[in-house]
């Protein structure tokens, strides 16, 4: 495809979303929850629209579709899995969404802190956490870079790309923080749902419609319909990679900061509800791009081209090519942008904030110089070019997985103290990147499940063995629990 083409199809999607995100911009946002949490007052729709938008990013049409790819049938089975462990939502969603009404947190760190009466509690796990969302903001990066680079064959650059990437999304976030990014992001979900699946019909008509296309799918590639199927998907990798996924929705806290956002319960289970329905058509549409890719071009040199090489070819027709293009260059955006909004939030509030009678207004312009800083170190991170973007998306995730035992103590048991955090997540945390850097697979388990249960361990045994805030754990655990009126 000609670089022109792209560019034009670049061109019109920044036209439209910064109309959208210069239009939210009614009301300045004069303090950390305004800009930050769109004022704990988004609506529904809106909320599934932008939770979708932030969740699903580079990792679904390019990464899942190049882990089909790679793996066959068995990252459906992944994905789907991640999508049980959003039922968490259904028992955290409510609890997050209460406590942060009643003690204005910004941030899920911020809510650790409190709750374990510690701020170094929340100023080391928002550390942990930029430690380890860095990698994943870099892979949105990376995804349009191989995105515009695979689609125009090498004319427009990997480092153009990520540059496009890099400037749009620090754009939307800066322009009305949350408001502008939640905005954006609805509009970018349905750009991301239609386009997608409506390439996905196309295809799937000229490969012979559905029952043709498993059929030349069995025949060809047999492998790629079972499980382990070509022995990508051994017991061990699959565990490795889903264990992260199914507490992504309370690990990683650009995702869990959002359930504080919803202007009443009513939303938050609209929210919940409108995620489910988007995520379960979605995931089938990257499911069956990857094996689209697989049966007309079987021998790529990397499974992450599968999306780029398919657009790029006579099956898809130039503009909707493009349509999709612009779709997941959009589900890159989107998700970039709301890790920048969370992680300068942490930095300000957490780690610059705590201690230091920082005012709110000093607060909220930390954080807003902060996004850009974020934005060039994911964009020197995404230049390394780590191979297979779904990998190096789990062991983001995977690293994350040591706030899970806090976050489940924090809500149900009172006996969790503060150096019980801090020794978790750094001991655990610790050893998620040693194995991570030395590519060592203990017992041929991967540095998810080792960290999870270290910091299960350590939690637990050295929590026992300290004092507890009491009165602030039965204060905390009691108003997430209390009902509000609707």
Sequence with gaps: MT??????GVAVYVAVALVAALWSRAGRSADMSDYFLGGRRMGGFVSAMSYSATTYSAFMMIGLAGLTYAGGVGALGFELLYLCGVTLVLVFGPRFWRVGKAYGYVTPTEMIGHRYSSPVAGTTTALASFVFLLPYAAVQLAGVGYLLSGMTGGAISFTAGTLVALVLAVAFAMIAGLRSVAWTDS???????????????????????????????STEHPGALSVPGAGFFTFSTFLALTLPWIFFSISNPQVSQRLFTPGSMRDLRRMLIGFLLFGFVYTFVAVFWGFAARLEFPELAAADGATPTLLASDLVPAPLAIIVMIGVLAACVSTIDSIMLTLSSMVSRDVVGPGRRVSERAQLMIGKLVIPVIGVLAYWFAHLQLDLIAVLSVSASAGLLVMVPPIIGAFFWRRGTAAGVISSVLVAGTLVLVLEFSQVSLLGQGSGIWGLAVAVTVFVGVSLVTSAPQARAADFISTSVRKRPL
């Design 3 to 8: 670089p022109g083409w792209v560019w034009t």
């Design 187 to 217: 509009l970018q979900s349905a750009v991301m749902m239609l386009s997608a699946t409506l390439v996905v019909i196309v295809v799937i008509s000229q490969l012979g419609g559905v029952g043709g296309f498993l059929d030349s799918l």
